[in-house]
Protein backbone atom coordinates (compact mmCIF):
# COMPACT_ATOMS: atom_id res chain seq x y z
CA UNK A 1 0.00 0.00 0.00
CA UNK A 2 2.87 2.31 1.01
CA UNK A 3 4.48 1.38 -2.23
CA UNK A 4 1.59 2.21 -4.10
CA UNK A 5 1.43 5.57 -2.71
CA UNK A 6 5.22 6.28 -3.18
CA UNK A 7 4.65 5.27 -6.92
CA UNK A 8 1.47 6.98 -7.45
CA UNK A 9 3.38 10.58 -6.11
CA UNK A 10 6.74 9.97 -8.06
CA UNK A 11 4.08 10.00 -11.61
CA UNK A 12 2.55 13.13 -10.16
CA UNK A 13 6.04 14.78 -9.86
CA UNK A 14 7.51 13.02 -13.02
CA UNK A 15 4.65 14.76 -14.88
CA UNK A 16 4.65 18.12 -13.22
CA UNK A 17 8.54 18.12 -14.09
CA UNK A 18 7.43 16.98 -17.82
CA UNK A 19 4.88 19.85 -17.98
CA UNK A 20 7.11 22.50 -16.66
CA UNK A 21 10.08 21.33 -19.18
CA UNK A 22 7.20 21.83 -22.05
CA UNK A 23 6.58 25.25 -20.83
CA UNK A 24 10.05 26.34 -20.90
CA UNK A 25 10.44 24.95 -24.07
CA UNK A 26 7.50 26.52 -25.21
CA UNK A 27 8.69 29.94 -24.03
CA UNK A 28 12.18 29.32 -25.36
CA UNK A 29 10.90 28.67 -29.02
CA UNK A 30 8.47 31.74 -29.31
CA UNK A 31 11.81 33.94 -28.39
CA UNK A 32 14.13 32.64 -30.22
CA UNK A 33 11.34 33.19 -32.82
CA UNK A 34 10.65 36.46 -32.28
CA UNK A 35 14.09 37.85 -31.75
CA UNK A 36 15.19 36.32 -35.72
CA UNK A 37 11.60 37.45 -36.99
CA UNK A 38 12.54 40.82 -35.11
CA UNK A 39 16.36 40.58 -36.86
CA UNK A 40 14.68 40.27 -40.22
CA UNK A 41 12.64 42.82 -40.21
CA UNK A 42 15.71 45.10 -38.65
CA UNK A 43 17.66 44.22 -41.89
CA UNK A 44 14.47 45.01 -44.60
CA UNK A 45 14.89 48.31 -46.08
CA UNK A 46 12.67 49.62 -49.76
CA UNK A 47 14.18 50.68 -52.47
CA UNK A 48 12.72 52.32 -55.86
CA UNK A 49 12.77 49.70 -58.75
CA UNK A 50 12.51 51.74 -62.44
CA UNK A 51 10.60 49.33 -65.46
CA UNK A 52 10.12 51.53 -67.98
CA UNK A 53 8.25 55.07 -67.34
CA UNK A 54 7.06 53.41 -64.17
CA UNK A 55 8.42 53.02 -60.51
CA UNK A 56 7.99 50.72 -57.69
CA UNK A 57 9.00 49.94 -54.27
CA UNK A 58 10.83 46.95 -53.51
CA UNK A 59 11.79 46.03 -50.38
CA UNK A 60 15.20 43.93 -49.74
CA UNK A 61 17.57 43.18 -47.38
CA UNK A 62 21.02 44.74 -46.09
CA UNK A 63 23.57 41.90 -45.06
CA UNK A 64 26.60 42.43 -42.58
CA UNK A 65 29.52 44.67 -42.61
CA UNK A 66 32.31 43.40 -44.04
CA UNK A 67 35.67 45.50 -43.73
CA UNK A 68 38.46 45.26 -46.29
CA UNK A 69 41.66 44.09 -44.41
CA UNK A 70 44.41 46.99 -44.74
CA UNK A 71 42.04 49.73 -45.59
CA UNK A 72 39.12 51.74 -44.17
CA UNK A 73 36.48 50.85 -46.16
CA UNK A 74 33.42 48.15 -45.55
CA UNK A 75 30.64 47.00 -47.77
CA UNK A 76 27.16 45.62 -46.84
CA UNK A 77 24.99 43.16 -49.37
CA UNK A 78 21.46 43.88 -50.60
CA UNK A 79 19.99 40.98 -51.39
CA UNK A 80 16.17 40.10 -52.20
CA UNK A 81 14.09 39.09 -49.52
CA UNK A 82 13.32 35.49 -49.36
CA UNK A 83 9.66 34.43 -50.44
CA UNK A 84 7.76 31.18 -50.42
CA UNK A 85 6.95 30.17 -53.83
CA UNK A 86 5.23 27.35 -55.28
CA UNK A 87 4.59 24.04 -53.49
CA UNK A 88 7.16 22.26 -55.70
CA UNK A 89 10.28 24.94 -55.49
CA UNK A 90 9.99 25.81 -51.90
CA UNK A 91 11.74 29.04 -50.72
CA UNK A 92 13.23 31.71 -53.73
CA UNK A 93 15.48 34.60 -53.78
CA UNK A 94 17.76 35.99 -51.17
CA UNK A 95 20.11 37.17 -54.19
CA UNK A 96 22.52 39.36 -53.71
CA UNK A 97 21.55 42.54 -56.58
CA UNK A 98 23.81 44.81 -55.43
CA UNK A 99 27.14 46.31 -53.00
CA UNK A 100 27.11 49.46 -51.09
CA UNK A 101 30.30 50.61 -49.98
CA UNK A 102 31.97 52.59 -46.99
CA UNK A 103 34.88 54.70 -47.61
CA UNK A 104 37.24 56.64 -45.21
CA UNK A 105 37.19 58.28 -41.84
CA UNK A 106 33.54 60.13 -43.05
CA UNK A 107 31.81 57.09 -44.58
CA UNK A 108 31.17 58.06 -47.71
CA UNK A 109 28.93 55.48 -49.75
CA UNK A 110 28.50 54.95 -53.24
CA UNK A 111 26.66 51.34 -54.64
CA UNK A 112 28.45 49.40 -57.12
CA UNK A 113 25.78 48.99 -59.92
CA UNK A 114 23.31 51.91 -60.63
CA UNK A 115 20.60 49.71 -60.08
CA UNK A 116 19.31 46.48 -59.02
CA UNK A 117 18.71 44.22 -62.06
CA UNK A 118 22.32 42.04 -62.09
CA UNK A 119 22.49 39.13 -59.76
CA UNK A 120 25.67 38.82 -58.10
CA UNK A 121 27.13 35.27 -57.41
CA UNK A 122 29.87 36.05 -56.10
CA UNK A 123 32.01 38.63 -54.13
CA UNK A 124 35.51 37.34 -53.11
CA UNK A 125 38.32 39.85 -51.02
CA UNK A 126 41.56 38.93 -53.26
CA UNK A 127 44.16 39.14 -50.01
CA UNK A 128 48.04 39.77 -50.47
CA UNK A 129 49.98 38.62 -47.43
CA UNK A 130 52.33 41.07 -45.61
CA UNK A 131 55.38 40.46 -43.44
CA UNK A 132 53.56 41.76 -39.70
CA UNK A 133 52.56 37.72 -39.03
CA UNK A 134 49.51 36.83 -40.58
CA UNK A 135 47.98 39.85 -41.81
CA UNK A 136 47.08 40.74 -44.79
CA UNK A 137 45.75 43.29 -47.21
CA UNK A 138 42.74 43.47 -49.68
CA UNK A 139 44.19 44.12 -53.16
CA UNK A 140 40.94 43.79 -54.82
CA UNK A 141 37.38 42.39 -54.97
CA UNK A 142 36.61 40.00 -57.37
CA UNK A 143 33.21 38.93 -58.90
CA UNK A 144 31.30 36.93 -61.01
CA UNK A 145 27.95 38.87 -62.03
CA UNK A 146 25.02 37.06 -63.79
CA UNK A 147 23.62 40.11 -66.03
CA UNK A 148 21.51 38.14 -68.58
CA UNK A 149 19.46 35.02 -69.22
CA UNK A 150 21.00 33.06 -71.64
CA UNK A 151 19.12 29.62 -70.65
CA UNK A 152 15.81 31.26 -71.48
CA UNK A 153 14.12 29.65 -67.84
CA UNK A 154 13.01 33.58 -67.31
CA UNK A 155 15.08 34.32 -64.35
CA UNK A 156 18.59 35.23 -63.65
CA UNK A 157 20.42 31.94 -62.23
CA UNK A 158 24.09 30.54 -61.43
CA UNK A 159 23.42 28.35 -64.65
CA UNK A 160 23.29 31.56 -66.35
CA UNK A 161 26.62 32.34 -68.27
CA UNK A 162 28.58 35.10 -65.96
CA UNK A 163 30.93 38.50 -66.19
CA UNK A 164 33.78 38.30 -64.21
CA UNK A 165 34.79 41.81 -62.73
CA UNK A 166 37.69 43.06 -60.52
CA UNK A 167 37.39 46.49 -58.35
CA UNK A 168 39.33 48.22 -56.27
CA UNK A 169 38.88 47.66 -52.07
CA UNK A 170 37.29 50.43 -52.34
CA UNK A 171 34.39 49.45 -54.92
CA UNK A 172 35.49 51.95 -57.68
CA UNK A 173 37.67 51.15 -61.16
CA UNK A 174 35.06 48.39 -62.09
CA UNK A 175 35.80 46.28 -64.86
CA UNK A 176 34.63 43.55 -66.76
CA UNK A 177 37.87 41.18 -67.50
CA UNK A 178 36.07 37.81 -68.65
CA UNK A 179 32.32 37.79 -70.17
CA UNK A 180 29.71 34.94 -71.64
CA UNK A 181 31.51 32.57 -68.99
CA UNK A 182 30.02 29.15 -68.91
CA UNK A 183 31.60 28.12 -66.03
CA UNK A 184 34.47 28.86 -63.30
CA UNK A 185 36.41 26.07 -62.45
CA UNK A 186 38.74 27.69 -59.96
CA UNK A 187 40.54 30.78 -59.33
CA UNK A 188 43.18 31.72 -57.21
CA UNK A 189 45.86 35.22 -56.04
CA UNK A 190 49.29 33.81 -56.21
CA UNK A 191 52.06 33.90 -53.85
CA UNK A 192 53.10 37.62 -54.43
CA UNK A 193 49.58 38.39 -54.09
CA UNK A 194 49.75 40.67 -57.07
CA UNK A 195 48.00 38.36 -59.55
CA UNK A 196 44.77 36.75 -60.44
CA UNK A 197 44.81 33.30 -61.86
CA UNK A 198 41.57 32.04 -63.68
CA UNK A 199 40.38 28.36 -64.82
CA UNK A 200 37.63 29.05 -66.45
CA UNK A 201 35.13 27.62 -69.45
CA UNK A 202 33.65 29.61 -72.70
CA UNK A 203 31.65 27.62 -75.46
CA UNK A 204 33.61 24.69 -75.54
CA UNK A 205 37.01 25.68 -74.97
CA UNK A 206 38.89 25.58 -71.37
CA UNK A 207 41.49 28.92 -70.87
CA UNK A 208 43.66 29.64 -67.98
CA UNK A 209 44.41 33.23 -67.66
CA UNK A 210 46.60 35.36 -65.23
CA UNK A 211 45.86 38.66 -64.44
CA UNK A 212 47.42 42.08 -62.76
CA UNK A 213 45.20 42.86 -59.55
CA UNK A 214 47.47 46.26 -59.86
CA UNK A 215 46.49 47.27 -63.48
CA UNK A 216 43.54 44.57 -63.85
CA UNK A 217 44.62 43.91 -67.28
CA UNK A 218 45.73 40.09 -68.90
CA UNK A 219 49.18 39.05 -68.25
CA UNK A 220 49.21 35.31 -70.28
CA UNK A 221 46.67 33.58 -71.51
CA UNK A 222 46.50 29.53 -72.59
CA UNK A 223 43.89 27.78 -74.27
CA UNK A 224 43.65 24.13 -72.71
CA UNK A 225 41.29 22.03 -74.63
CA UNK A 226 38.29 22.16 -77.11
CA UNK A 227 35.95 19.83 -74.84
CA UNK A 228 34.13 18.61 -77.70
CA UNK A 229 37.29 16.93 -78.21
CA UNK A 230 37.78 15.26 -75.54
CA UNK A 231 36.66 11.62 -75.45
Known sequence: MEQSKLFRTIGRINSILFLIILVG??????????QA???RGDRNVTVTAKGGEETEKVEMVLGNLVEMNGHEVHYVELSTRWRKASYSSGYSGGQIRNV??????????HWLFDNNDNLIFTISKLNRDIE????KITEALFFRVIKE??????????????????????GTGYREIETEVISLIDSKVND????????????DKVYLKKYSLKTFDIITEKQLTEISKVR
Open 192 to 203: SGRELILLLQKA
Open 149 to 170: DTDGDGNLTPEDNSTLALTRPD
Open 100 to 109: LFFVGPEMET
Open 132 to 135: RGNS
Open 37 to 39: TGR
Open 25 to 34: LAIMFIVISF
